[in-house]
């Protein structure tokens, strides 16, 4: 729905607010969207968005002059993501949605800062580098570490791309053919925790696959060798948070509010 990439810098300096901003957006949805949910001023969402005027339509589009025609992000399932991951296309290479390659993996942040670097690293342009241990409970909180760097080596070899994949997120402004949000993390035993450097993975955006190509025997006997995952704390919030956080494709809630929707305080509290 966003304009094209050369008017972003329109978006983050204010332009976006200037052009109409989240009415002006909600407005163009339209039909999309429920019109009659009541909001915090009385009002339905359609009554306070109907009069909103959209004053550039090449930074919020029109839905029938999108920039893509096809949504900006797509959810993938396969062995490497059972109960799903996130690659955004709008900001994906073209050539890369469709792609196989050796599996390059990195154990967590610190390996990949140590490694990525390193003139002598052992990695190709066609390879897809895999970060693990950065998802809800692998790395509390959830960090945006997703969009990992390009080796520094094919950097230098003009490559501006490569199939990246972690358990971790990223910013929605970040660009690159970046696989996220893989669900089950490694820190839970998901497959991710078991890939291995020179393992070939698929990634198929239009069928919306994402495999990696091991038995499923070859798995199961992996599997049995992991080691119990070492929490981060073994105290405070940090370990309550590791205890009880859903994985992300249930959006990183604790398990403990699930169903609920809040209640009011039982006592005055100031």
């Given at each position: 729905m966003f304009?094209?990439?050369?008017a972003l810098g329109t978006l983050f300096d204010g332009g976006f607010l200037l052009r109409?901003?989240?009415?002006?957006?909600l407005r163009e949805l339209g039909d999309?969207?429920?019109?009659?949910?009541?909001?915090v001023n009385g009002r339905t969402l359609w009554e306070n968005v109907m009069g909103a005027k959209n004053h550039n339509f090449e930074v919020i589009r029109q839905r029938d002059n999108p920039v893509f025609d096809t949504g900006g992000v797509a959810v993938l399932f396969g062995n490497l993501a059972p109960r799903g991951a996130v690659i955004k296309?709008?900001?994906?290479?073209?050539?890369?949605?469709e792609h196989s390659g050796r599996a390059f993996v990195f154990e967590d942040v610190g390996d990949l800062h140590a490694r990525i670097d390193d003139p002598n690293l052992e990695v190709e342009p066609d390879d897809v580098l895999v970060l693990r241990n950065t998802g809800p409970v692998g790395y509390p909180g959830f960090p945006e570490v997703g969009n990992m760097p390009l080796p520094r080596r094919l950097l230098g070899q003009g490559i501006t791309d490569m199939v990246r994949i972690s358990d971790a997120r990223m910013s929605g402004t970040a660009y690159g053919t970046v696989v996220l949000h893989v669900a089950p993390e490694a820190a839970v035993n998901g497959t991710i925790a078991l890939v291995r450097t020179g393992d070939m993975i698929e990634l198929s955006v239009s069928k919306r696959r994402l495999e990696l190509h091991v038995s499923d025997a070859?798995?199961?006997?992996r599997k049995a060798e992991l080691k119990t995952f070492a929490p981060v704390c073994e105290?405070?919030?940090?370990?309550?948070?590791?205890?009880?956080?859903?994985?992300?494709?249930k959006g990183a809630d604790f398990d403990f509010l699930v169903g609920g929707s809040g209640s009011a305080p039982p006592l005055d509290s100031h």
């Amino acid at each position: 729905m966003f304009g094209k990439p050369d008017a972003l810098g329109t978006l983050f300096d204010g332009g976006f607010l200037l052009r109409g901003g989240l009415p002006a957006l909600l407005r163009e949805l339209g039909d999309f969207l429920h019109k009659d949910r009541p909001t915090v001023n009385g009002r339905t969402l359609w009554e306070n968005v109907m009069g909103a005027k959209n004053h550039n339509f090449e930074v919020i589009r029109q839905r029938d002059n999108p920039v893509f025609d096809t949504g900006g992000v797509a959810v993938l399932f396969g062995n490497l993501a059972p109960r799903g991951a996130v690659i955004k296309p709008s900001a994906a290479t073209p050539r890369l949605m469709e792609h196989s390659g050796r599996a390059f993996v990195f154990e967590d942040v610190g390996d990949l800062h140590a490694r990525i670097d390193d003139p002598n690293l052992e990695v190709e342009p066609d390879d897809v580098l895999v970060l693990r241990n950065t998802g809800p409970v692998g790395y509390p909180g959830f960090p945006e570490v997703g969009n990992m760097p390009l080796p520094r080596r094919l950097l230098g070899q003009g490559i501006t791309d490569m199939v990246r994949i972690s358990d971790a997120r990223m910013s929605g402004t970040a660009y690159g053919t970046v696989v996220l949000h893989v669900a089950p993390e490694a820190a839970v035993n998901g497959t991710i925790a078991l890939v291995r450097t020179g393992d070939m993975i698929e990634l198929s955006v239009s069928k919306r696959r994402l495999e990696l190509h091991v038995s499923d025997a070859e798995l199961e006997r992996r599997k049995a060798e992991l080691k119990t995952f070492a929490p981060v704390c073994e105290r405070g919030y940090v370990s309550l948070y590791t205890r009880h956080v859903l994985q992300a494709d249930k959006g990183a809630d604790f398990d403990f509010l699930v169903g609920g929707s809040g209640s009011a305080p039982p006592l005055d509290s100031h």
